[in-house]
Structures are given as structure tokens and as C-alpha cells.
């Protein structure tokens, strides 16, 4: 039977199979094909979506915005102060009003229970633009960006991530790799690992998908052969600027570096799904270098301009896949 996920929300990963999530990387692709050949995909045209943030972003929000509008609907954004959500309406009175106005809802926000109540009250369409447990749909660019480095041969691949494993996104990759076969490396300070319950729920998937999830310390033996090492901030949206000092402490010797790239396979990518403080030319990578002396952090400069980083592919990636996404809930 044909994958069909006309009306479903989009919330986390696990509640899709890995025949849906492949679905979603193929129709990315037609996406992005359909763009490069500059050929028009107003399929969506009549329909309108609102962007709800209530944390900044650039990708997420651009990638919503033109995919929506390559695919002929009307967009909305709210931006974090904009709106009466959370302050004077409750997000289960802001989900029946946005569901009467519009035909799918993208929220980017703090609790993952408040992009889950939207979709239970809303009635329409709702997509995950990241929480703090998850960040589904940066994973099919990740995924998609992959598949174009290795010849859309994934299976048996290894990735690998370096730094705040505990993270929604680290969260996330360990389960598109688990649902796809690529095998899963969690590396950094005890501290930092994954929470039990998402380890506990890719487990079963990974062996199900013939490949592993490994957590470890070791930075050797997590990236030696690896065939992507990917890396995010360490310290996420949300968090306090207090724990700065103690996450650079933690997190120093899982950077990014050269040495670890040439610990990987030849054929290795680096992948971060941005922002990135690989130099001091932001004001909190001034500020951290001015307080703690350190000038790159996750990543150094030189692995992030390398001939093997495919951040801005991946980036790109974000609003092909994102596209597919609304076009396969909404059409
Ligand atoms: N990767 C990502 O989600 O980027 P933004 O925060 O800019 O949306
Ligand atoms: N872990 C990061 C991802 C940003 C795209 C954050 O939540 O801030």
C-alpha cells in the first residue's frame, strides 16, 4: 500500500515508519529538482499556514516561508512577542482559533506537551519546528544531505555526534538513524548523553533496522571509520547563560576538530544544522571568548570551511524537505 500522510501532524519521529520517513526523503528530492529546474509546484495554491516561534530562528522560518510560498499558499509568521499565546490565551484556545483561520500550523517553541495540544485541538495539520526534546524536521535535511554524499546508499553508514548528546537534535538523529540502519554514536561527557527513555525507544527500532546506538566517551573510538561526524551549540535555546561555563569545561575535548576528522572514514562529512559558533564573529561567540578565552567551540573554523563540511547543503536541504513535509499533509 501507498504512503499516505494527508492530514497528519508532524510532531516527532518516532510516531512515523521508516517506509513514511522514506517517502518524505524521495518527495524531498522531487522537490528539489523541481526547483533547480526552475519548473513551477503551485500545488498547495488556495491554502494558508501560520508560523507561530516562540524562540528566534532563520532557517526553520525562511525554509517554512518559501516553501510554502514556492507551493502557492498564504503565510502568517508570529513572531516570539507577537501573539496573545501563553500570556492571555491558552494554547488550547490559540489552537481552535488558528485552526478555523488556517490549514496547517508550524510551531517552533519550549515544551514539546504545547506543539502536541495544538495538534490534538487544532484540527488541522501541525509541524514541529523544533522543541527542547525534538527537532524532526531538521532531520530530513540532515537525512537528505547524507543520501547526497554517499550516493543514496545509507544503510550500515555510521554517524556520529560529537558534544551536548542530550540535545534535541542529538535526540532526534539517534532516531532517524535508528529508523533508517545507519548506526548511532552518541560521544560525549557522561553529563551530556542521552536521556534513558529515548535510548530505550530507538533500541528495539535499531535492531529491528540492523543497525546500533552506542553512547561513549571515547572521541577515538566513536569517530574512528565514522562516515559522518555532525555536532551542534552546547548550549541550547532555553538554557540559562549560567550553565556556559560548565558546558565549555564538559564539552572542550568533544569539539570538532581536524585531528577528529581524520579520525573518520576518507569519505567523512561534517554536519551541524546551524547556528554555529565556529568563530568569534557573533556577539555571544565575542562574548564566550572575552569571559572564557575560547574563540571556536563546537567545531573549529577550519573543519567548518572544509571540503568536507555540508552545512549550507544541509541548510539548503532544510526547505526542500520542509516543503515535502507540507505538501505531504496538506495535499
Ligand atoms: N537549524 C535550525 O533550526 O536553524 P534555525 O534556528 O535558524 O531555524
Ligand atoms: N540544539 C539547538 C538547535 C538549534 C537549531 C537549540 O535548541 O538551540
Redesign the pocket.
Known amino acids: 500500500m501507498g504512503v499516505n500522510l494527508s492530514g497528519r501532524s508532524f510532531l516527532k519521529l518516532l510516531d512515523f515508519s521508516t517506509e513514511e520517513i522514506e517517502y518524505l526523503l524521495t518527495l524531498s528530492r522531487n522537490f528539489k529538482d523541481l526547483k533547480r529546474t526552475g519548473t513551477p509546484h503551485r500545488y498547495l495554491e488556495g491554502k494558508n499556514i501560520v508560523l507561530l516561534f516562540q ?9 517554512f516561508e518559501v516553501g510554502a510560498m514556492d507551493l502557492g499558499m498564504g503565510v502568517t509568521y508570529l513572531d516570539p512577542g507577537s501573539s496573545q499565546m501563553g500570556k492571555k490565551e491558552s494554547i488550547e484556545d490559540t489552537a481552535r482559533v488558528l485552526g478555523r483561520m488556517y490549514d496547517g500550523i508550524e510551531f ?1 517553541g519550549f515544551a514539546q506537551e504545547d506543539v502536541e495540544e495544538l495538534a490534538a485541538k487544532s484540527g488541522v495539520p501541525v509541524w514541529n ?2 522543541t527542547d526534546l525534538w ?1 524532526p ?2 532531520m530530513l ?1 540532515d537525512i537528505l544531505t547524507v543520501q547526497e554524499n554517499f550516493n543514496y546508499d545509507i544503510k550500515g553508514k555510521t554517524l556520529v555526534f560529537m558534544g551536548d548528546a542530550k540535545n534535541n ?1 542529538a535526540r532526534s538523529l539517534m532516531v532517524v538513524c535508528a529508523k533508517l540502519g545507519m548506526n548511532f554514536v552518541a560521544c560525549g561527557p557522561e553529563a551530556c548523553m542521552p536521556a534513558s527513555d529515548v535510548v530505550e525507544a530507538c533500541e528495539p527500532i535499531a535492531a529491528e533496522n540492523g543497525c546500533t546506538i552506542t553512547l561513549t566517551q571515547d572521541v577515538e573510538a566513536a569517530c574512528a571509520g565514522a562516515h559522518v561526524i555532525y555536532t551542534d551549540v552546547w548550549v541550547s ?1 532555553g538554557e540559562p547563560d549560567e550553565v556556559w561555563a560548565e558546558r565549555i569545561e564538559q564539552l572542550e575535548p568533544y569539539r570538532v576538530t581536524t585531528q577528529v576528522m581524520e579520525l573518520a572514514d576518507p569519505s567523512a562529512i561534517f554536519l551541524h ?3 554555529s559558533f565556529h568563530d568569534t564573529n557573533t556577539t555571544i561567540g565575542a562574548d564566550i571568548a572575552a569571559k572564557f578565552g575560547v574563540t571556536e567551540m563546537e567545531a573549529e573554523d577550519e573543519v567548518f570551511e572544509s571540503r568536507r563540511s555540508k552545512v549550507f547543503d544541509e ?1 539548503e536541504n ?1 526547505m526542500h524537505t520542509i516543503k515535502a513535509v507540507m505538501y505531504a499533509t496538506l495535499k
Open positions: 524562540k528566534t530562528s532563520t532557517r526553520t522560518r525562511c525554509a517552533r519546528g523544533l527537532h524536521t531538521q535535511a537534535v535555546m544544522c546551524l547556528p541548510a532544510r
